[in-house]
């Protein structure tokens, strides 16, 4: 069964952190593009960041760039999105998406709810 589970989210205070991961089981991710995306209350969901397949270029929008950070670790078969620097507007729920380089095959995970407050 092909799968993205994202974990991670969590509470965090304005200009903290957190590391937020998609692992993938049922398929390779080395072979697949892999952004994160993200959805607050009200609005609609909204690619942030994206890792390509299989030059390894990244590529974000103005509002995080400079303080989110896309990796993958091709051991574990794992995407982290390090959040930095955080602040009350990146309060969303994150979801991780991948795509095939292949035959443009989709999937999405579950999501991860990040709130950034004091």
């Known amino acids: 069964q092909l799968q993205l589970v994202e974990t991670g989210g969590g509470l965090v205070q304005p200009g903290g952190s957190l590391r937020l991961s998609c692992a993938a089981s049922?398929?390779?991710?080395?072979?697949?593009?892999i952004g994160w995306f993200r959805q607050a209350p009200g609005k609609e969901r909204e690619g942030v960041i994206c890792?390509?397949?299989?030059?390894?270029?990244?590529s974000s929008v103005d509002s995080v760039r400079g303080r989110f950070t896309i990796s993958r670790d091709h051991t574990s078969n794992t995407v982290y999105l390090q959040l930095n620097n955080l602040k009350p507007e990146d309060t969303a729920i994150y979801y991780c998406?991948?795509?095939?380089?292949?035959?443009?095959?989709?999937?999405w995970g579950q999501g991860t709810q990040v709130t950034v407050s004091s």
């Open positions: 998406n991948a795509v095939s380089d292949f035959d443009g095959a989709e999937y």
């Open positions: 049922g398929f390779t991710s080395d072979h697949y593009g």
């Open positions: 890792l390509s397949s299989p030059d390894g270029t990244t």
